[in-house]
């Protein structure tokens, strides 16, 4: 995954106070993802859900690649329960502070997940759900 791991929310006054912004942990989706299964929680990945101006978006670029898309149509936006993600993103913080392998920015990473941890927290509190779209 490339660009950035941006956060929506179904409620405006749970969002975050400034803009989340995901750019390291976007990157490192590749490390990130095994991690998070191995740990037994969700991967980060598995919380993108593109709402239809970006699923339209997406499959525009596909059809130029010459990728058939007569029967494309878009999908719903999905919206998660932040207490699943709490758990992705906690398991994520240990392992990555556990880990002696050396993981590329790894300080960088450890940072957004804890202001995406502090995110889901406001985001729980105020009884609200979320997701992450990617900025390209």
């Given amino acids: 995954m490339s660009g950035a791991l941006m956060l929506a929310v179904t409620n405006a006054e749970a969002a975050p106070l400034s803009e989340f912004f995901g750019r390291q942990m976007s ?13 037994g929680v969700l991967p980060l990945s598995s919380f993108v859900s593109l709402d239809a101006g970006d699923q339209e978006m997406m499959a525009e670029l596909a059809a130029e690649g010459g990728v058939d898309t007569s029967d494309w149509k878009a999908e719903p936006v999905k919206w998660f329960d932040p ?22 920015n790894k300080k ?22 979320w997701r992450f779209w990617i900025d390209y």
Avoid: F, H, N, Y
């Fill in 83 to 104: 207490t699943e993600g709490l758990k992705t993103v906690q398991a994520l913080i240990k392992g990555l502070g556990d880990d002696q392998k050396t993981v590329k």
């Fill in 108 to 129: 960088a990473i450890l940072s957004e997940l804890k202001e995406l941890q502090a995110a889901l927290m406001t985001i729980k509190e105020r009884k609200a759900r």
């Fill in 27 to 39: 990157r490192a989706t590749r490390e990130l993802d095994p991690l998070a299964i191995e740990m």
